[in-house]
């Protein structure tokens, strides 16, 4: 297992642009979350799915955000008419829910994240 | 509202001696919490968790302590070592244990040879 995959990496952009960024996690996991994260902060919540649901969304996620996981494996996050506000750390994470485990706090994998500039 | 904070943005600590790193809430509702690593360039990694039913819970050199009266809890880690210097975050998750984590702004720590 190669753990949690985001691409890509780096994404400079100018402002008004979309970027699409993709997120691929580990196999078994059902739970996927989008995380971002600038400067001096930690990361905040965007948010999640259990296969392919979207169960959760932040406030944070304006309607110029869009986040699917069509088949319940990977997923991608698409900022349209970017703006120089959006640049970030975006982070995917995976977490095993159910299937047998029953107790225990909810660990998140992170991946390594997707830096997005807007000039 | 920061439901979790940490209020150190930074620490230093002599190589073998004791780090701690202290992390408070202000949800009563948080019953998980846990604590990740990032290195630059990295997306940040589990290091160890605790229930709010336990004070305690140790993993080899990391320790955290749960103070639920005071809303604070802190990592331990000796003795330090030159590959513990990232930035820590403190994390809390709700009453379902599926649910998101709400993360602190994070503490940088700095082990000095």
């Known amino acids: 297992d190669t753990g949690v995959s985001q691409n890509p990496r780096h994404k400079i952009t100018k402002r008004g642009q979309n970027v699409t960024f993709r997120c691929d996690p580990i196999?078994?996991?059902?739970?996927l979350y989008w995380y971002r994260q600038t400067l001096g902060q930690g990361p905040e919540f965007l948010t999640y799915?259990?296969?392919?649901?979207?169960?959760?969304k932040s406030r944070l996620l304006s309607d110029r955000f869009s986040a699917e996981r069509p088949k319940g494996s990977f997923s991608t996050l698409e900022i349209q008419r970017t703006e120089q506000g959006d640049s970030a750390m975006y982070l995917c994470?995976?977490?095993?829910?159910?299937?047998?485990?029953?107790?225990?706090?909810?660990?998140?994998?992170f991946g390594a994240g997707s830096r997005l500039t807007v000039l | 509202d920061q439901q979790v904070k940490q209020n150190s943005p930074s620490l230093s600590v002599q190589e073998g001696r004791i780090s701690i790193l202290n992390c408070d809430y202000t949800?009563?509702?948080?019953?998980?919490f846990l604590w990740y690593k990032k290195y630059p360039a990295e997306g940040p990694t589990f290091l160890i968790s605790i229930s709010s039913i336990k004070d305690k819970n140790e993993d080899g050199r990391f320790t955290v302590f749960l103070n639920k009266s005071a809303k604070h809890l802190s990592l331990h880690i000796v003795p330090s070592q030159p590959g513990d210097s990232a930035v820590y975050f403190c994390?809390?998750?709700?009453?379902?244990?599926?649910?998101?984590?709400?993360f602190g702004t994070g503490t940088r720590l700095t082990i000095i040879p």
């Open positions: 196999s078994e996991h059902n739970r």
């Open positions: 994470a995976s977490s095993l829910y159910g299937r047998g485990k029953l107790s225990g706090a909810n660990v998140l994998t």
């Open positions: 799915f259990q296969n392919e649901a979207q169960l959760e």
């Open positions: 949800n009563s509702m948080f019953d998980y």
């Open positions: 994390a809390a998750s709700g009453l379902r244990r599926n649910e998101k984590l709400t």
